[in-house]
């Protein structure tokens, strides 16, 4: 007599889910397929902007050369402010790999659609710093850099609410810890979303708002709690 097949049983809180915890999402697995993809665009973006700054010709067997180099301060502004930007968000990102334990389907979309702005970020950064040196040009390159800035803070947090929503969070944490960084991603959002509404008003306060709520990613994220025993570092045997 044939026995029973053996009812299915959840993975361990310390193997992947692989499959069936996420109907309709495809297989389920591991994060390190995305975080080498998305590392590999961050990388990209991060160098594509020393491409802007161009040496000046050396004319006069170049005697010009450091006031020709001087004025191109809104080309070199431009560079040191995108490497800023798209280096913040890739330090929170890498500190989001010890949080995320699995990926899916609408995980991974919202995933690429949060580097689709990093790709771009750095193209409104350079606008605006080109403008400073014509002020005529000032408003709408804030108000273009300021509502970039909101978008790439609301495709961060999209990642985020659909990872914890489908289960990518690593379940072994606190959820009071998982409740507070949730709160402090949407806090953030709020308020690059009201920068990016300022700044059609008044592009200057604008301007400061989306600056300060760069320098509010200077403060590094909270250390995850887990209510069990936190799992090894990564490279530790």
């Excluded at 193997?15 to 697995?29: I, S």
């Excluded at 989001?96 to 991974?108: E, N, P, Q």
Aim: charged letters at 15%; one cysteine or more; proline letters at 6%.
């Amino acid at each position: 007599m044939a026995m029973p097949a053996p009812a299915p049983t959840s993975a361990p809180a310390d193997e992947p889910v692989r499959r069936d915890a996420h109907e309709g999402e495809g297989a389920t697995r591991g994060t390190n397929r995305m975080e080498a993809f998305a590392d590999g665009v961050f990388a990209i973006a991060f160098t594509l902007s020393i491409f802007n700054l161009v040496l000046p010709e050396l004319g006069r067997e170049g005697a010009n050369l450091g006031r020709d180099l001087l004025a191109e301060w809104p080309q070199t502004l431009g560079y040191a402010a995108s490497c800023f930007v798209i280096g913040l968000y890739w330090i929170h990102h890498h500190f989001s790999g010890a949080i995320y334990r699995t990926t899916g389907h609408w995980f991974l979309i919202a995933t690429t659609l949060f580097l689709t702005m990093i790709g771009y970020i750095a193209f409104p950064v350079r606008t605006f710093a080109a403008s400073l040196a014509h002020p005529e040009a000032q408003r709408d390159a804030a108000v273009f850099l300021v509502t970039s800035l909101a978008l790439v803070s609301c495709s961060w947090l999209l990642k985020w609410t659909i990872g914890n929503r489908h289960g990518h969070v690593d379940a072994r944490l606190e959820q009071g810890y998982v409740a507070r960084l949730t709160r402090r991603y949407r806090l953030v959002t709020a308020w690059n979303v009201a920068a990016a509404v300022l700044v059609w008003a008044e592009w200057r306060v604008g301007i400061v708002m989306a600056l300060l709520g760069l320098v509010i990613k200077l403060r590094p994220p909270e250390t995850p709690r887990y209510q069990t025993e936190a799992p090894p570092i990564e490279g530790e045997s």
